[in-house]
């Protein structure tokens, strides 16, 4: 079935330091993928997103890539911050066939001061 | 904040007891979604609505039951045939009728089965 992988689970980097979030979505069809971030105890929120006619997104400190035929995207946060840690998760959607939106698993990033 | 609120956030339930959670949005947003949060698994699919009077199964539908009599408000019933309710509850809106746009989230309630 439709799936979506996201790794790594648990990922700790030092203040200052890039981090890298990477999904594969098993759909071809996809063709919208957002990443959320939820804090702790409080409620996902939309980072970014990028749609299939793309390949790379970037807003401030955080980019999104998308490889299409690989079937992989992945988020990279540069010049990490600790009110960066959080856990963050990808999704992949379809616009067309009966929606459903696939989220991973989540990836929970501490970022050490 | 949001324009989408769940109630309660916290919820206590008995075995063999039905319960409901209260989603509302403000945003005229036609699709409606929920979702189950375990630790470890992301997001799953419970129902969607993509509009009035009509919702669609998700992944983990069994032992759940939803209503879309208006717009603004999806109720999800959670009934003594799921065997496992212990979760965090996530409602979630988005604007078209197919969830390919960013998606708001309601704060959560948290069901806990004593």
């Known amino acids: 079935g439709e799936n979506v992988e996201q790794h790594p689970s648990t990922l700790s980097v030092q203040e200052g330091d890039s981090a890298v979030i990477k999904c594969t979505y098993s759909?071809?069809?996809?063709?919208?993928f957002p990443w959320y971030k939820q804090e702790l105890g409080k409620r996902p929120q939309l980072i970014i997103d990028i749609r299939s006619n793309v390949g790379e997104k970037k807003d401030q400190r955080i980019a999104v890539t998308l490889n299409k035929t690989a079937k992989h995207f992945s988020l990279h946060i540069t010049e990490t911050q600790p009110e960066d840690s959080a856990v963050y998760f990808c999704a992949a959607s379809k616009g067309t066939g009966g929606f459903k939106t696939i989220f991973g698993a989540g990836t929970r990033l501490f970022v050490k001061a | 904040d949001g324009g989408i609120t769940q109630s309660p956030k916290y919820l206590f339930r008995k075995e063999g007891q039905n319960v409901t959670l209260s989603c509302e949005q403000n945003?005229?947003?036609?699709?409606m979604y929920w979702y189950r949060q375990d630790p470890g698994q992301g997001l799953r699919l419970i129902y969607y609505?993509?509009?009035?009077?009509?919702?669609q199964k998700g992944d983990i539908a069994e032992g759940y039951s939803v209503s879309r009599e208006k717009k603004e408000s999806f109720p999800l019933t959670v009934t003594s045939a799921q065997k496992n309710p212990t979760a965090f509850y996530l409602c979630a809106s988005s604007v078209g009728q197919r969830m390919n746009t960013e998606a708001f989230f309601g704060q959560g309630t948290r069901l806990t089965v004593v």
């Open positions: 759909d071809s069809a996809s063709n919208y």
């Open positions: 945003l005229n947003h036609d699709a």
């Open positions: 609505s993509q509009i009035v009077n009509d919702f």
